[in-house]
T-cell receptor, first 113, second 113 residues
């Protein structure tokens, strides 16, 4: 079964600083990888997805992620944090059949003024 | 185009009762998945339906059940509620048979007292 690990349940950055949220998946390459964002009392919004077309994936709101098979990683980055980026972020992988998602534990991003 | 709609948004139930949650997917989407989100366990997969068939089920007791109707709307039912069932229940819909892009509703917050 697929598994996902997000290192750091809480990450704090200053406004304008680089955002780096870490995600590692289990050793077998999943068909799809995703990053979602969740604001308080809301559902999940898709930031970006990897579907094997390109290893560097660009998403909404200036986020991007790079798929690195050798490191089994799919870290999320943003060059310059905004206050509005404060939220919880989830990395997810699909199963081999592609009909369910397994989520990491989530990383709460705090942005200091 | 309307997003995924979950009703009700909030529910308070008593231990031992049963509850039914509803999910209307995006028009044209045929796959509906359900997830439970709690502070302790994070996001956990409940089940997934495609064209009225349950294709996958997570590791939850039989008190949790669901179904999908011919118009792709889905319901999930929890019988004999326990305090530990208090959670945010999220529904996601996808266009085809593989979860290449799942769109989430805002969730139903269930509190069991």
């Amino acid at each position: 079964a697929q598994s996902v690990t997000q290192l750091g349940s809480h990450v704090s950055v200053s406004e304008g600083a680089l955002v780096l949220l870490r995600c590692n998946y289990s050793s077998s390459v999943p068909p799809y990888l995703f990053w979602y964002v969740q604001y308080p009392n809301q559902g999940l919004q898709l930031l970006l997805k990897y579907t094997s077309a390109a290893t560097l994936v660009k998403g909404i709101n200036g986020f991007e992620a790079e798929f690195k098979k050798s490191e089994t990683s799919f870290h999320l980055t943003k060059p310059s944090a905004h206050m509005s980026d404060a939220a919880e972020y989830f990395c997810a992988v699909s199963d081999n059949a592609g009909n369910m998602l397994t989520f990491g534990g989530g990383t709460r991003l705090m942005v200091k003024p | 185009k309307a997003g995924v709609t979950q009703t009700p948004r909030y529910l308070i139930k008593t231990r031992g009762q049963q509850v039914t949650l509803s999910c209307s997917p995006i028009s044209g989407h045929r796959s509906v998945s359900w997830y439970q989100q709690t502070p302790g366990q994070g996001l956990q997969f409940l089940f997934e339906y495609f064209s009225e068939t349950q294709r996958n089920k997570g590791n939850f007791p039989g008190r949790f059940s669901g179904r999908q109707f011919s118009n792709s709307r889905s319901e999930m039912n929890v019988s004999t509620l326990e305090l530990g069932d208090s959670a945010l229940y999220l529904c996601a819909s996808s266009l085809g048979s593989r979860v290449t892009e799942a769109f989430f509703g805002q969730g139903t917050r269930l509190t069991v007292v």
